[in-house]
């Protein structure tokens, strides 16, 4: 069982940055793939980027590539999404997943686990 918390949503202007962090519980953190995701009010959850186990091979959505960086310090049980470049239509809660698949990179929500609480990210234009 994985236990997820994410923190470091706020607001931001645009052309801002943000960090947002997942502290997972867990001794296995470091065997699963982890992913991030988003969703704005009355869109579907959408595929933000992924990390493997080993932080080797990563994938990230069309809407942020070049602009979000995802990472992971297992020694901390911890994933980041570096938020750069930010837009008005990145509003959104975001959340942090995890599957026990710690080699595939899933781009939907079906591929995960587990799901943490969620939190916001606010851009103003």
């Known amino acids: 069982q994985v236990q997820l918390v994410e923190s470091g949503g706020g607001l931001v202007q645009a052309g801002g940055s943000l960090r947002l962090s997942c502290a997972a519980s867990?001794?296995?953190?470091?065997?699963?793939?982890m992913g991030w995701f988003r969703q704005a009010p009355g869109k579907e959850r959408e595929f933000v980027a992924a990390?493997?186990?080993?932080?080797?091979?990563?994938y990230y959505g069309d809407s942020v590539k070049g602009r979000f960086t995802i990472s992971r310090d297992n020694a901390k049980n911890t994933v980041y999404l570096q938020m750069d470049s930010l837009k008005p239509e990145d509003t959104a809660v975001y959340y942090c997943?995890?599957?026990?698949?710690?080699?595939?990179?899933?781009?939907?929500?079906?591929?995960?686990?587990?799901w943490g609480q969620g939190t916001q990210v606010t851009v103003s234009s």
């Open positions: 867990g001794r296995t953190f470091s065997r699963y793939a």
């Open positions: 990390l493997s186990w080993s932080g080797g091979s990563t």
């Open positions: 997943a995890a599957t026990r698949a710690g080699g595939t990179l899933s781009w939907g929500p079906l591929g995960y686990d587990y």
